[in-house]
């Protein structure tokens, strides 16, 4: 295969994009707590300022976090085989979904029915008992682990593809053409066109899988572009060179979302155009990161390895300890704004040392949390 698709040189800018991306999860968490968006327990003072700025950065955290790990993809194959990559994505993803759904995510349905059960004892045996909401066994937060798998497994065939020879052709015309100016904002009409046509069936975000096929295929189409654009150097060189021009489209459509979310548009425009719009917003957004990530964060440091390793269990653990911490301080009495700050430290603080203590030195925490093991 063409050496400029198949050498994996380290991207040291996809880690800091990586370690940024699960921040802002952190923080995105701590937001849904005081925002007046529907979530699993609220501060009874509501910080309404905080809705359009979630709003704003639900449009593409997730998805760009999906094309990250389309990236790593690339990583991950390396010189591996089919079967040997399937088993590397199945311990690094599944075993922590499963020990996630029995270990980490029962305490955050606790909170959530402690009224219904009194103590966390009287929960433990029935934390199995049918699926949430109804009932008590979730995935929660870890859907996006579950659906990362599934993104994996379904882009093996399509990874095949890219590397045979038809794939070498493909790669050619993408070449070909990277150099047109704003040429790959093209990629928001799949991405488009998958969304005009299951959202109508899958209209809302659920999270459990049944429901959720709009989404998922979104977080496929982001996951793929990973692996395509920043697996070939050419494709990666044209959105570093370009990054001021998807900024702009992304800047544009930026200030259109905030005027939309304070004065509607919706009797203007069509729903297909505010679609397609929105699409066109997420891939812009998505290229202007990657460029200017590209362009001034391809180095290395000391701390990245560290964080770059630690941003996996740290999303495990996050919104369990947010949820866990918000639910114990909720006797006592603070203004919203100071009660926010507080939460942030000690959720910040208690999962930096659950890792640090607990999962870093360990070989079977870090087996259960699908890090890579301890190096003698």
Known sequence: MNAKTTTAVRRYDIDWLRILLVLSVFLFHIGM??????WHIKNPERITGLDPIMGYLHTWRMPLLFLVSGVGTFFALGKRTTGQFMGERARRLLIPLVFG??????????????????????????????SYPAGNFSWHHLWFVLYLFICAMAAIPMILLLRSKAGKGFYRIAEKY???KGVLLILALPLFLSQFLLLPLFPHETHDLVHDWAYITSYFV???????????????RSIIQQRRIYAGVALSLSVLYFYDWFHSIDAYISNTLQLLLYCIAQISIALALIGYFGKYLNYDHPWRRKLNEAVYPFYILHQTVILVLAFSLRGFEMEAGWRMLVLTLLSFSLITAIYTLLIRPFGAMRFLFGMPGKKL
Not at 33 to 38: A, E, I, L, R, T
Not at 107 to 130: C, D, M, R, S
Not at 222 to 236: A, C, D, E, K, P
């Open 33 to 38: 707590y005081f925002n007046s968006f529907g």
């Open 101 to 130: 759904m029995f270990v980490i995510v029962p305490p955050q349905v606790f909170v959530e029915k402690q009224v219904q059960y009194g103590t966390f004892l009287n929960f433990i045996p029935h934390l199995a008992e049918g």
């Open 178 to 180: 990277a150099s047109v």
């Open 222 to 236: 982001f996951f793929m572009y990973g692996y395509i654009l920043l697996s070939n150097q050419i494709l990666t």
